[in-house]
C-alpha cells in the first residue's frame, strides 16, 4: 500500500516532524489532481539534517564497510521497484512502461555499476615518493529534479555511500513521493543514523539553504542551467565543491552516408522519451539537404505512431507534462516557435485532452539554428529539424548551442562518424545507435553543467586527494 500523505522527514534515522506545519501538494498530471502531500521543510529542517550528516561522517570508513552499506541499499531498492515505478507514473505522468524500465531498472543498474566501480578502486597509489591516498569527500547536499526521479537520486546517493560520505538529500516539488519510498529502502537497509538524509521542500528554502550552508562540503545539483548557476554562486561563498548536470540542445546529427530510416526512426525516439522531459534527449534532427524530404517523410511516419494517453494504458508511448508549469511552458516554445518561421510539421500547442497536462509529438521542419527553438531545451515532446549542406555545416550547428550535453552523430562508414562526433562539443554521443553504457562518464560542456556522474568518473567526484611525502 502506497502512502502518498507524507507529514515527516527522514533525519538522523528517524522519521520526524518537520519545523514548520506547511505541505506541498503533489498533482498527478494525468488526472490535475492532488494525490498526496510532502512536508515544506525549513531551513531549521536543513541544519538539523545537516548536522546528523556531520556526525554520521567518518573519513577513516572501511572500504568493507562501503561495500555493505551500498549492497544492502540495494538489494532492499530492489524490492521495492515494482512500487516505485507506480508512484513515478501517479506524480510525473511517465507510461507505466516507461516507469518500469527506463525509470526503475536503470537507476538499478546504475547502482549496481557503483558497487562494481568499490570492488576493483585503488585508493592508495605510490606516486615516486609519495603515497597518494583517496578519502571521503565529506558531507552531500543533493538536489534532484522530478524528470527521472529515482534514477537522479541514485546517481548521487550511491556513489556518495559507496566513497564513504554522508548525504542530505532535496527531492522535486513535482515528484518527490517515489524519493520518499528510496529513502525507505535505505531505512530498511540499516544504515547507520545520519548517513542519508531526506528534506523535501522549495528549492528557495530548501535548495539554498543547503547550497550556502557552511558545513556542507560538496553540493551535487541536477536541474536547470539558471538555476544551476544559483546554486554555483551560493555555494562559492563557502568554497564548496560543486557538481552541476544541467540542460541540453542535444543534436542528432545524420550524415549523408547514414541509414537514414533507422537513424531517424530511433531520433525520434530519443526525443519523445519520456515526453521529451529528458536533458540528453536529442532534440535536433540534423538531416543532409540532399535527403531532406526524405527524412520528413519518415519522421512524420514515425511519429504518427506516438500513441499519446493515459500513463496506465499499454498503448500509451506518451503521457502528459509532469506539471501545470511544464505544460504551459512547452505550449509557449510552440507557439513561439510558430510565429518565428518554423514549418510545423505535425502536433501543435493545442491541449489533446479535456483532462491531464497531455500535447501530442510536435515536430518543426525549416528550424533555424539561431532561433529561440533551436538553441534553448524546451524540455517536452518537441523535436526541431535543421537541414544542413555538408559535414563542415553541420558540426558548426551542432555545436552553435550553449549546451553540451548529449547527442549522436550516423554514418555508412563508423571511422566517419566517429572522427566526426571528435569534434562536437558534447559530454556524450551515442554512435550509429550505440547502447547506454551506465558505467560510462555522464556529463557536460560549456553550460551543460561541471563535473561527471555514473561509473568511475563519478564514484571520484566523491572523493578527496591527499598526498603523504615519504622520506626516501
Not at 521542500?201 to 548557476?229: K, M, N, Q, W, Y
Request: charged share 20%.
Amino acid at each position: 500500500m502506497h502512502d502518498y500523505d507524507r507529514r515527516t522527514l527522514f533525519i538522523d534515522g528517524q522519521w520526524v516532524k518537520p519545523a514548520g506545519e506547511d505541505v506541498i501538494e503533489v498533482i498527478d498530471p494525468s488526472t490535475e489532481r492532488p494525490i498526496g502531500s510532502v512536508p515544506a521543510g525549513t531551513a531549521e529542517d536543513v541544519d538539523a539534517a545537516v548536522a546528523a550528516a556531520r556526525r554520521a561522517f567518518d573519513p577513516l570508513i572501511s572500504v568493507a564497510e562501503r561495500r555493505e552499506r551500498v549492497a544492502a541499499v540495494i538489494a532492499a531498492m530492489e524490492k521495492r521497484l515494482p512500487d516505485i515505478a507506480e508512484t513515478i507514473s501517479r506524480e510525473m505522468g511517465a507510461p507505466l512502461r516507461i516507469a518500469q524500465t527506463v525509470q526503475t531498472q536503470v537507476p538499478l543498474a546504475v547502482a549496481r555499476g557503483f558497487a562494481g566501480v568499490l570492488e576493483t578502486f585503488e585508493f592508495e597509489e605510490h606516486v615516486a615518493n609519495s603515497l597518494v591516498v583517496r578519502e571521503p569527500y565529506g558531507v552531500v547536499g543533493a538536489i534532484t529534479p522530478w524528470n527521472y526521479p529515482l534514477y537522479q537520486v541514485v546517481a548521487k546517493v550511491l556513489p556518495a555511500i559507496a566513497a564513504g560520505c554522508t548525504t542530505v538529500l532535496k527531492p522535486s516539488n513535482e515528484a518527490p513521493l517515489s524519493v520518499f519510498e528510496f529513502v525507505e529502502a535505505v531505512e530498511e537497509a540499516a544504515l547507520p543514523a545520519g548517513v542519508v538524509n531526506l528534506v523535501s521542500g522549495s528549492g528557495a528554502v530548501i535548495g539554498e539553504r543547503l547550497a550556502e550552508h557552511p558545513d556542507l562540503d560538496f553540493v551535487s545539483f541536477t536541474g536547470s542551467t539558471g538555476v544551476g548557476a544559483r546554486v554555483a554562486e551560493l555555494a562559492g561563498r563557502s568554497v564548496k565543491k560543486v557538481a552541476l548536470e544541467l540542460g541540453g540542445k542535444s543534436a542528432n546529427v545524420i550524415l549523408d552516408d547514414a541509414d537514414l530510416s533507422t537513424a531517424v526512426k530511433v531520433g525520434v525516439g530519443n526525443a519523445f522519451l519520456n515526453g521529451g522531459q529528458t536533458c540528453m534527449a536529442w532534440t535536433r534532427m540534423l538531416v543532409p539537404r540532399s535527403r531532406y524530404g526524405e527524412a520528413l517523410d519518415l519522421i512524420a511516419a514515425a511519429v504518427a505512431k506516438y500513441t499519446v494517453g493515459d500513463p496506465f494504458d499499454a498503448a500509451t508511448r506518451i503521457g502528459p507534462s509532469a506539471s501545470a508549469k511544464q505544460f504551459e511552458t512547452v505550449r509557449g516554445y510552440i507557439e513561439r516557435a510558430r510565429r518565428d518561421g518554423a514549418r510545423l510539421l505535425t502536433g501543435g500547442a493545442d491541449k489533446v485532452r479535456d483532462i491531464g497536462y497531455y500535447l501530442a509529438p510536435t515536430v518543426f521542419a525549416d528550424v533555424d539554428p539561431a532561433s529561440e527553438l533551436g538553441q534553448e531545451e524546451v524540455f517536452g515532446p518537441v523535436l526541431a529539424v535543421i537541414p544542413f549542406d555538408d559535414d563542415a555545416d553541420a558540426l558548426r550547428i551542432a555545436n552553435c548551442t550553449p549546451y553540451g550535453l548529449s547527442g549522436a552523430v550516423w554514418a555508412g562508414d563508423i571511422d566517419r562518424a566517429i572522427a566526426f562526433a571528435r569534434g562536437v562539443q558534447t559530454g556524450q554521443l551515442d554512435i550509429n545507435g550505440g547502447n547506454y553504457n551506465p558505467i560510462a562518464p555522464f556529463g557536460g560542456y560549456k553550460k551543460s553543467g561541471i563535473g561527471r556522474e555514473l561509473g568511475r568518473a563519478g564514484f571520484e567526484e566523491y572523493l578527496q586527494t591527499k598526498s603523504l611525502q615519504l622520506p626516501a
